[in-house]
């Protein structure tokens, strides 16, 4: 939508279109955090769907035919599926019928888990990090994008966020996972301007073409990747969003 948006209407257009995008966004998501209670949100926010599980049987018949499909050796103790009850293709695993059960119980588990409680110093610490888009945004409209301002800004909302959730006790795997990833994602910072156009890109420019001239076979990938980051750098949502 973005990259439309610039073609059809220009800059205007395009920033436009980017403040209604992270307005809907920040929105949906206090709503989601304050009346519905929803927690920590996590990215994606729906657990990803296991098509195979929707093909097994019911449990009753699903403990009763696992005992048949496996066959367990007599010297070497290993579980081994009998061809007569091995799957199709399609459906086919390859581990041992206790371990994709005991799998299959875990991911029931993690979609029927409940979001872990907030207190107040958890909301805030959410409430930041679904605002620092649009706070970026607002600082960018008072500065311009070549202000250090909006990336200082942004980057002490995102690790104030973190600070104060980092205490936190009691959350789930899923909830745990996705703190990791909102600290990891701390490394754009060193892809975004101004600090990439000051800093990051002559260091990042210079390794990739010392890889693409003294080691066989990475140009093919480090040279467009080269030609492609001014063009990354110029889309928002590529390094923002």
């Known amino acids: ?97 206790q371990k994709q059960e005991r799998w299959e119980q875990q991911h ?14 958890e909301t805030i610490a959410e409430s930041l990090y679904i605002a620092r888009p649009l706070l970026h945004l607002l600082s960018l409209g008072l500065w311009g994008q070549r202000s250090w301002k909006p990336w200082l800004l942004s980057g002490v909302v995102d690790v104030t966020s973190l600070s104060l959730l980092s205490d936190r006790k009691g959350l789930t795997r899923r909830e745990r996972l996705e703190l990791r990833r909102r600290t990891i994602l701390l490394l754009y910072y060193l892809l975004r301007s101004p600090f990439y156009d000051r800093f990051s890109e002559a260091r990042i420019l210079f390794l990739l073409q010392l890889l693409a001239d003294h080691v066989p076979g990475t140009g093919l990938v480090t040279r467009p990747l080269m030609d492609y980051l001014p063009a990354w750098q110029k889309i928002y949502f590529y390094n923002w969003g």
Do not use: C
């Not at 220009?10 to 929803?38: H, S, T």
């Not at 029931?108 to 107040?120: R, S």
């Open 1 to 97: 939508m973005e990259m439309g948006a610039t073609k059809v209407w220009g800059e205007v257009g395009r920033w436009l279109v980017i403040a209604l995008i992270q307005l809907a966004k920040a929105v949906l998501r206090m709503f989601l955090l304050i009346w519905f209670k929803a927690g920590l949100q996590t990215s994606p926010p729906i657990v990803p769907l296991n098509r195979e599980t929707q093909v097994q049987p019911p449990d009753g018949e699903h403990s009763h035919s696992s005992q048949e499909q496996s066959y367990v050796g007599k010297r070497s103790n290993r579980v081994v599926r009998t061809l007569q009850n091995t799957p199709s293709l399609h459906s086919r695993h390859w581990g041992a019928p």
């Open 108 to 121: 029931q588990e993690e979609l029927n888990v409940t979001p872990t409680p907030l207190g107040l110093q």
